[in-house]
């Protein structure tokens, strides 16, 4: 366990809990944030970091009318980002100008899990209702989806590098642990479904693109 000073300078500009971060993959000092007050904010680090607690941002993103769960960063496309909010809408922003370039809002139950694919030309949902949603931001009214797990706990989900297949991770309706790998191409069907064992925790994913390996992890 980390432990930190009483007197850690903290970012305390939400007016509820923050509920996902991300730090830009261009720029190693703009750290995002989405809170459950509806709001994403961008916070440009000082070198050396903050010295006292920090509660004006550098910018503001308001769009969402519910709490926003989960934000990622465009892999590609500098000061772009995506963020999911428990309105079940996707909204693709310009964190410069601070507008949303793109709401995709056929989302139909509150997300669980949200990434772009490697190079960010399609970002990937998977939500309460075990639905796995595939979108390419520019024609998002092309979008894809298809049933994930049928067991009633949270799933998740990874890109698979640049092969174009997501890993999943869920449960049967025998609560039984599974995973399962999807072509995108082709996504009504998964390529293969397996029970991985009859643990009741939530599997976390990583995929090491270098090294072709996926990683899960499991508490306990």
Known sequence: MVKFKLDTPLICGHK?????????????????????D??????????GGYTKNQAECDAELKGHSKKVSLLKFHPSANFTMASCGMECAVKIWDIQSENVQMSFDAVNS?????????DGSKIGLISKDKQLHIFDPRQPEQAMSTQA?????????????????ILTSGFSEY?????????????????????????????????????????????G
């Open 110 to 118: 509150s997300p669980w899990g949200m990434d772009w694919n490697y």
């Open 38 to 47: 509806g709001t994403c904010k961008i916070w440009m680090i000082p070198e």
């Open 175 to 219: 609560n039984e642990r599974q995973y399962a790998v999807f072509d995108t191409r082709a996504i009504e069907k998964p390529l293969t479904m397996r029970k991985l064992d009859t643990q009741n925790q939530v599997s976390w994913l990583h995929y090491d693109d270098a090294s072709k390996v996926v990683y899960v992890v499991n508490k």
């Open 16 to 36: 509820g809990p923050i509920q996902d971060l991300d730090f830009s993959p261009f720029h190693s000092n703009i750290l995002a944030t989405a809170s459950s």
């Open 149 to 165: 797990h049928e067991g009633n706990k949270a799933q998740r989900f990874k890109w698979l590098g640049n092969t174009g297949n």
